[in-house]
């Protein structure tokens, strides 16, 4: 056998056990069958990999009282106190932290305001709120396993670099390296918006269906996807860049320096600035909301038909999302997840106008307006999943 049909069966057998753990942690206690039953594998191929993940102590078997005159059926759980995992969101305003034990639990939870969003800024504020967070969890030092961070743009996992951040203006911005130097923990980097996904998958919105979006709303617009059970990333980790999908070459500058981007027409600023053209000061986008769901006037005619177009934009995006993967649900989440009751209904109308034959109608919208401690766990789900992988590889 060649070597590169050697190594796709490994990565076959490390996605597999990888899916395994994560619906054992999702649908646990299970048994066996069962679990076989919700990955659609037989019964063989589940106890064929299922060795590594219990000598490694990842998983534990153990009985249950039998029912009736039965006898004691095994039971698969995670065995959650093996490791402590550390998870990150690196936002252009402030930090967001989790620690949690390998069955993703929160055992703590922080945040850091950061006075910029430069990379010395944001990486330091990171150290220092990881070690704030161990500090409040029993014997951290023998039992962290890893430091997960999600950040916006493009993301170079296997080289933990973001390569380039519109939001957070970074640019080949190293961000596993100096994390690791400063808290000597191994760190895992993901697109902020993939963090997401794989917490929506194992603990929110997501645990019913194999192909899925994440699409998220606020100052900027992120997608992620889930593909047929595995979080999808493409070739170089730009898959998802919903936000940046021109639709408007002569439409308003956007954050990446290109015209018409359909974050320029559906993100905060624009909505920000259908309010500043008609004269109307707005400050910030929870002021906008306000206005908009404040007593009838002008101010509130004008913030309803800047959600409205707002919302539109953002239809067409997803239409187009839609017709390409033919998905079986989004989830809109996100800081401007607060406001569907203001975009929504124009979005599922653009969409449903704009998508072709049936492929509106064969996704269901789910709204969750995520906090940003969803995301951090999102982040050290990863460290889990990569270590689950790395462990029996």
Request: a negative charge; hydrophobic letters at 45%.
């Amino acid at each position: 056998m060649s070597p590169s049909k050697i190594r796709f069966s490994e990565l076959v057998s490390e996605q597999t056990r990888a899916e395994i753990f994560a619906t054992v942690l999702t649908a646990g206690p299970i048994s066996r069958t069962q679990l076989a039953q919700r990955l659609g594998l037989v019964p063989s191929s589940v106890t064929r990999m299922l060795p590594p993940l219990l000598e490694h102590d990842y998983l534990r078997e153990s009985d249950t009282a039998p029912q009736g005159r039965g006898r004691p059926q095994k039971m698969l759980h995670v065995n959650p106190d093996k490791h402590l995992v550390v998870g990150m969101k690196i936002g252009p305003a402030q930090v967001s932290g989790v620690v949690t034990d390998m069955a993703a639990n929160v055992l703590a939870r922080a945040e850091e305001p950061i006075a910029d969003c430069t990379p010395e800024t944001a990486l330091s504020a990171a150290a220092s709120l990881t070690g704030r967070l161990l500090a409040e969890a029993p014997e951290a030092a023998d039992r962290v396993l890893g430091l997960g961070v999600g950040v916006s743009g493009h993301v170079d996992s296997a080289a933990g670099t973001c390569r380039y951040s519109a939001l957070l203006d970074w640019n080949k911005v190293d961000v596993a390296g100096p994390l690791q130097a400063a808290t000597g923990l191994p760190v895992v980097v993901n697109n902020d918006v993939n963090t997401l996904v794989v917490a929506e998958r194992w603990f929110g919105e997501g645990r019913d269906v194999d192909s899925f979006a994440v699409v998220t709303v606020g100052p900027g617009i992120g997608c992620g996807l889930l593909l047929d059970g595995a979080l999808y990333s493409g070739a170089t980790g730009l898959a998802g860049e919903l936000g940046h999908l021109p639709l408007d070459p002569a439409g308003p500058m956007c954050s990446c320096g290109r015209r018409g981007c359909l974050e320029a027409l559906a993100g905060d600023r624009a909505v920000l600035r259908h309010l500043q053209d008609a004269g109307i000061p707005c400050g910030d986008i929870a002021e906008a909301i306000d206005l908009a769901r404040g007593e009838g006037g002008s101010a509130r005619t004008v913030a309803r038909s800047a959600f409205t177009e707002a919302g539109t934009a953002l239809g067409r995006g997803i239409a187009g999302m839609c017709n390409l993967l033919n998905l079986q649900k989004i989830i809109i989440a996100g800081e401007g997840a607060v406001a569907y009751d203001l975009f929504g209904p124009a979005m599922t109308a653009a969409m449903e106008a704009q998508a072709f034959s049936t492929a509106a109608r064969d996704c269901d919208i789910h709204v969750d307006p995520a906090r940003h401690d969803l995301w951090a766990r999102g982040a050290a789900c990863l460290v889990i999943r990569d270590a689950v992988g790395a462990a029996i590889s």
